[in-house]
């Protein structure tokens, strides 16, 4: 048996420490003045800045971008905060006309600080478009219907996820057969997570990662200019439901 000063000797336990479940990251003072200081440094470095907006955000698709623009430096979430760096009135931007950028930070949008042309950014960008699978909320561009037969394209393990998703299967001589014609989506719709995993498994992508570049400003006379957006991308403007996004400045 151990006594009371065996037990007072013992070697502490590395699993027996005291963790606090409370404890979070919080964006101090200090982060906040960086940003500002990252905002302002790159108006004064670069000669232009576009504000984007982005339709089906995609993280990997926005790093590829961010990949290609080496040279160039992106801001895309903590809105408020960069539209603090650059004023949110005539009165106090940082430069002339910089508020015009700043009161337009509002939903999915970001900024791009870049010394290329204006026509080479324009050119680029409207260029640029990645087909991906839809996710749940998207809206379908086609109807997609199954007729009745065999799925001959998966393999028999897989009729059970199937029928989960809705379709009115079963396995004949080993081979997964719809009962009967079966329509996954009808164009016009918003998918359904249960859709969208039945698009991906049949191999059909129904959205388009694109950045639109909505205005921009000048450095060199202050000059900002509105590129008249359209519909589409008026809606991208509109607030996302949450105003301050969680996404990262990047180099």
């Not at 955000?57 to 590829?64: A, E, I, P, T």
């Not at 004949?172 to 996954?184: A, C, F, R």
């Not at 989506?185 to 998918?191: I, V």
Request: hydrophobic fraction near 30%; glycine fraction near 6%; proline fraction near 3%.
């Amino acid at each position: 048996n151990l006594n009371r000063n065996d037990l007072l000797t013992m070697p502490r336990s590395k699993r027996d420490k005291t963790v606090t479940l409370t404890k979070t990251k919080k964006k101090t003072g200090d982060f906040k003045k960086d940003l500002l200081s990252k905002v302002r440094d790159s108006v004064d470095t670069y000669d232009r800045i576009f504000l984007f907006s982005v339709e089906n955000m995609r993280n990997s698709k926005l790093k590829d971008v961010r990949n290609a623009w080496k040279h160039s430096r992106f801001f895309f979430g903590k809105n408020k905060l960069v539209a603090l760096a650059l004023g949110k009135t005539k009165e106090s931007e940082y430069k002339d006309n910089l508020y015009e950028l700043s009161c337009r930070l509002r939903g999915n949008v970001g900024l791009l600080f870049t010394s290329k042309t204006t026509d080479e950014v324009i050119k680029w960008f409207d260029e640029y478009k990645e087909i991906d699978y839809s996710r749940s909320g998207n809206v379908a561009n086609e109807t997609v219907t199954l007729p009745e037969g065999p799925l001959e394209e998966f393999q028999h393990s897989m009729e059970p996820q199937l029928r989960q998703l809705g379709l009115p299967t079963s396995l004949k001589k080993g081979v997964i057969t719809l009962l009967s014609e079966h329509t996954v989506c009808n164009e016009g719709d918003t998918l359904t997570p249960e859709q969208c995993r039945v698009l991906k498994l049949l191999g059909k992508p129904m959205s388009t990662f694109q950045i639109s570049v909505l205005c921009h400003w000048t450095s060199d006379d202050g000059s900002f200019v509105d590129l008249k957006p359209s519909s589409n991308q008026i809606e991208s403007l509109k607030d996302s439901g949450v105003e301050e996004e969680e996404g990262d400045e990047s180099e």
